[in-house]
């Protein structure tokens, strides 16, 4: 391949897609920086002649010519998109949107589009896969919330740029909407619902705020103030989405019923969890849990397949929580 050939390919390369754009002058400092030695004129005829043959727009309003690309141009630039990336394109569209920035999905959109035409004229059985592929939740399931695009939008820029932002939020407790300034560090997908993690500017504590309940948000340019040992994941890992009632992790020891509950072998609970085998038809678990709601939930739904042995506090929490049940459902209606 020639120079000049290998020139406009990197040239394309760095034009950004529309509303970005860019102008011949970085360019060229762009190019120089690849070891391309070209004048200003030099760019700007090959602008000017590759914009015959791509998506190419320029805003001839400002000085110097700004550069760009058309926001759904798809690029016919060798590589074409070939099958298995048009199908890891078209899962990531079907499954990764909702944890996708706007702005980034905006970008993506293209891509998208041009893998879902591979894929309907490609006479493969792989282009068929999305059409045999679903994923569900474990649950009820319920239909996930809208969310604001545009407190979608502040709230992930926020945190890419690791700045505040401004939110007018509806906390279920509080009697009407506030505005308040948040310190994010993080977000938390968990169906149905988008959380963001972080710390309210002049309150206590990190809090956890669902974002369909923000009906407008901002960024504030002004640095996060965050702790330097806070982690996603430990977050996580601490219970704290799971509604703690308490600080203290809970020693669970169970006895499982089979087959119902081979699950937990397969999965278990926690990194320290231990079975035992004690015939064919149970086997007993010990392992070290979060003390959430959840936990009691879990617990409630599958009392008539495992004994709680231990802590004897938890067991007699489920059985009075199972009794009111049962007086319930006794009930008249």
Same mark, same amino acid.
């Given at each position: 391949?020639?120079?000049?050939?290998?020139?406009?390919?990197?040239?394309?390369?760095?034009?950004?897609?529309?509303?970005?754009?860019?102008?011949?002058?970085?360019?060229?400092?762009?190019?120089?920086?690849?070891?391309? @030695?070209?004048?200003?004129?030099?760019?700007?005829?090959?602008?000017?002649?590759?914009?015959?043959?791509?998506?190419?727009?320029?805003?001839?309003?400002?000085?110097?010519? &700004?550069?760009?690309?058309?926001?759904?141009?798809?690029?016919?630039?060798?590589?074409?998109?070939?099958?298995?990336? =048009?199908?890891?394109?078209?899962?990531?569209?079907?499954?990764? @949107?909702?944890?996708?920035?706007?702005?980034?999905?905006?970008?993506?959109?293209?891509?998208?589009?041009?893998?879902?035409?591979?894929?309907?004229?490609?006479?493969?059985?792989?282009?068929? +896969?999305?059409?045999?592929?679903?994923?569900?939740?474990?649950?009820?399931?319920?239909?996930?919330?809208?969310?604001?695009?545009?407190?979608?939008?502040?709230?992930?820029? =926020?945190?890419?740029?690791?700045?505040?932002?401004?939110?007018?939020?509806?906390?279920?407790? +509080? #009697?009407?909407?506030?505005?308040?300034?948040?310190?994010?560090?993080?977000?938390?997908?968990?169906? #149905?619902?988008?959380?963001?993690?972080?710390?309210?500017?002049?309150?206590?504590?990190?809090?956890?705020?669902?974002?369909? &309940? =923000?009906?407008?948000?901002?960024?504030?340019?002004?640095?996060?103030?965050? #702790?330097?040992?806070?982690?996603?994941?430990?977050?996580?890992?601490?219970?704290?989405?799971?509604?703690?009632?308490?600080?203290?992790?809970?020693?669970?020891?169970?006895?499982?019923?089979?087959?119902?509950?081979?699950?937990?072998?397969?999965?278990?609970?926690?990194?320290?969890?231990?079975?035992?085998?004690?015939?064919?038809?149970?086997?007993?678990?010990?392992?070290?849990?979060?003390?959430?709601?959840?936990?009691?939930?879990?617990?409630?739904?599958?009392?008539?397949?495992?004994?709680?042995?231990?802590?004897?506090?938890?067991?007699?929490?489920?059985?009075?929580?199972?009794?009111?049940?049962?007086?319930?459902?006794?009930?008249? #209606?």
């Amino acid at each position: 391949m020639s120079n000049t050939a290998v020139r406009y390919l990197t040239m394309l390369r760095m034009v950004p897609r529309y509303p970005k754009s860019i102008t011949a002058p970085e360019l060229a400092s762009r190019l120089e920086g690849q070891g391309f @030695s070209v004048t200003m004129r030099s760019i700007q005829r090959d602008l000017e002649k590759l914009s015959a043959d791509f998506p190419l727009l320029v805003d001839e309003d400002s000085r110097p010519y &700004r550069w760009s690309f058309d926001r759904d141009a798809t690029m016919d630039i060798i590589p074409a998109l070939d099958l298995p990336a =048009a199908l890891t394109f078209e899962l990531a569209r079907a499954y990764l @949107s909702p944890m996708l920035p706007p702005r980034a999905l905006s970008h993506l959109k293209p891509h998208f589009d041009e893998a879902h035409r591979t894929l309907l004229r490609e006479k493969n059985p792989l282009g068929q +896969w999305p059409d045999r592929v679903r994923v569900i939740n474990r649950g009820l399931g319920g239909q996930r919330p809208s969310i604001d695009a545009d407190v979608l939008e502040a709230v992930t820029e =926020a945190l890419l740029r690791e700045y505040q932002c401004q939110l007018t939020y509806q906390a279920r407790n +509080w #009697p009407e909407p506030e505005e308040i300034v948040v310190h994010p560090y993080g977000l938390i997908f968990r169906d #149905p619902n988008v959380y963001l993690i972080g710390t309210i500017e002049g309150r206590e504590g990190i809090r956890q705020l669902v974002l369909h &309940r =923000a009906t407008a948000g901002a960024v504030v340019e002004e640095p996060t103030v965050r #702790p330097d040992d806070f982690d996603l994941d430990l977050y996580i890992r601490s219970g704290a989405m799971g509604i703690l009632k308490s600080e203290q992790p809970v020693y669970l020891k169970l006895r499982c019923d089979r087959p119902v509950l081979n699950h937990l072998i397969e999965s278990p609970l926690g990194f320290d969890q231990l079975t035992k085998e004690l015939d064919d038809k149970t086997f007993e678990i010990a392992v070290t849990v979060g003390d959430t709601q959840d936990l009691r939930w879990w617990l409630t739904a599958q009392a008539v397949h495992c004994d709680i042995l231990e802590p004897a506090w938890l067991r007699q929490e489920i059985e009075t929580t199972l009794e009111q049940g049962l007086g319930r459902v006794r009930q008249e #209606p």
